[in-house]
């Protein structure tokens, strides 16, 4: 069972208060780990919304829903809970991948190889699946602590599944996995899951429901 937590809180283990997974996380050597997203065949916004085609299943996740959260600690990671379960469901769990939007902090972004997907350039960083929860705070800032900022695709090195988070979503992100990944997540996170086909419309704002 993944361990689920508030989404503006990481796990702190370490003595001095930072997550020991912190110096886990960083710049990848080159981009060539993400030429596998890069398909004449994929328009940008599928594969930002739902990562490459051609996994056996893609589920929705669906995110707390912060209009209807009575505290703000009952809502739970759901990103890094889908992350801790779909570590059962590689052989490279320690070496993975997450790009970045090179925009979304707003500030100049750190030196990492560009991913130059049309209208989402983004940042390539490496760490195992677990720390790469924290990979866009880490890499902008210095810290997991804080608001967690999604990171926007995620894979391991054998490219057994990709979660996609488009810089845009309020509602939902996507995994791109095996069906057995899916049976997974689906126990993980009970009620947060539905299963769609590759490229279904979805809405990404809440007010588009």
Known sequence: MARVLPRNEVA?????????????????????????LLRPDVTWWDLVTFGPPDFDAYVRIAFPDETEAP?????????????????????TPDAAYAAIWEGWAGIDPP?????????RAMLLFAGP??????????AWFGTAAGDLQ?????????QAWCLACEVDEEIEFTVGCSSAAYQGLVEALPGAVRRVQYGDPVPTHRDEQ
């Open 71 to 91: 505290d703000e600690t009952d809502e739970v990671d759901v990103v890094g809970a889908a992350l801790a379960t779909l570590t059962a469901y590689t052989t």
């Open 111 to 119: 030196v990492a190889p560009r991913v130059d997907i049309p209208h």
């Open 150 to 158: 999604e990171p926007h695709l995620v894979w391991p090195a054998d």
């Open 129 to 138: 699946v677990e720390a790469l929860r924290n990979a866009a705070g880490v």
């Open 12 to 36: 702190l283990d370490s003595p001095d208060g930072q997550d020991s997974r912190v110096s886990e996380i960083r710049p990848a050597e080159n981009a060539d780990a993400a030429r596998w």
